[in-house]
């Protein structure tokens, strides 16, 4: 019997995801992210064990985020290697990029910063870059199989086909993380993004304020998976934090419409 359950579990501004998709006999559980902290993990973990026998087939992390990673560093910790069955986690390194030196590079931009907001958003930085390859050490000294996964690399999760990122625009949009004064820059960026969005929208005024608001410059963000789901007639998106700019540059992005 056909079946697809999407948990959405409750993670602040963070994301944890469980998707069970069973169809034809064949069964998989994706968990895409894991929220920011141990207790999040620990959330991930109970509705593992509540409904779907603490096994997961495809571990996710949808870009290089502390917010995200951090829970699934409990999860891989907390779990028998043989009770997950491949990990997919972006790696800088495989892209020419030295992740322990990006990591001291935001630091001392920190380090530097006159300003609380610009300090914060660079620690930031530096952490998700370390938590992630945390991540990535944790699940290679279990022995669990990790890849990333690309939109013109491995494009397949299971049941979930890798819309984006492609190669070159996941390099595009991590190439800060190896030079001192990109890095700076995002920072500022982001950080007057912040200070200058928005708030307290309403429903009717949303799409139209939408269209005048700049795309968030935190470009590891739009470095996020954009992973599609086609069951039974419905599609379903998942998108981590990608914002317009990385469906602009998606290959596929006709299928999106």
Known sequence: MARLQIDMLPVGDSDALIVEVDSNGSRDVILIDGGRNWEDGERVLRQLKAYYGLRIDHLVLSHIDAEHARGLIHVVESLDPD????AWVPQIEQHGGDAHRAVLMARRVAGDARSTAVRSMAQHLADSVQTTEELIHRLQERGIPTDEALADGNNRIGPLEVLGPTVDFFEECVEFYGNRQMLGEVVEQAVSFRRHKSPGLTPREEDAKLK???????????????LLLEYEGDRYLFTGDAGRRAFARCPARDRLA
């Open 83 to 86: 009770q997950i069955g491949h």
């Open 212 to 226: 005048e608001v700049p795309d968030d410059p935190e470009t590891e963000k739009q470095a996020s998976l954009l």
